[in-house]
Nanobody, 121 residues
Framework: QVHVVESGGGLVQPGGSLRLSCAAS????????MGWYRQTPEKQHELVAT???????NYADSVKGRFTISRDNAKNTVYLQMNNLKPEDTADYYC???????????????WGQGTQVTVSS
């Protein structure tokens, strides 16, 4: 069994900051790419940021310069530091991790349950 759990969402004023965490646990041999996606109240899905096992990152244009994705491989955790938040960042944020559970299984993309971020004054 593999579990992916996000934390760190909440209500923040425009211009504020939040840090999301996403930890993978369970039967894990290797974790490859990890990433964050979001679903807006209008049900739009958007890739926010990704990070490879080697640390290469990719960001949506809408968050470049404001959000930073990072990972701690020893903790099987990916983070999303969000600064200068805007009302349009309001969404449910989901993380994913491409995990190979053991040598007998293929790599599978696991998703967390989501954490809500609301940016409002």
């Amino acid at each position: 069994q593999v579990h992916v759990v996000e934390s760190g969402g909440g209500l923040v004023q425009p211009g504020g900051s939040l840090r999301l965490s996403c930890a993978a646990s369970g039967r894990i041999l290797s974790i490859y790419g990890m990433g964050w996606y979001r679903q807006t109240p209008e049900k739009q899905h958007e890739l926010v940021a990704t990070i490879s096992s080697g640390g290469n990152t990719n960001y949506a244009d809408s968050v470049k310069g404001r959000f930073t994705i990072s990972r701690d491989n020893a903790k099987n955790t990916v983070y999303l530091q969000m600064n200068n938040l805007k009302p349009e960042d309001t969404a449910d944020y989901y993380c994913n991790a491409d995990i190979k559970p053991d040598i007998h299984q293929a790599t599978i993309r696991y998703w967390g349950q989501g954490t809500q971020v609301t940016v409002s004054s």
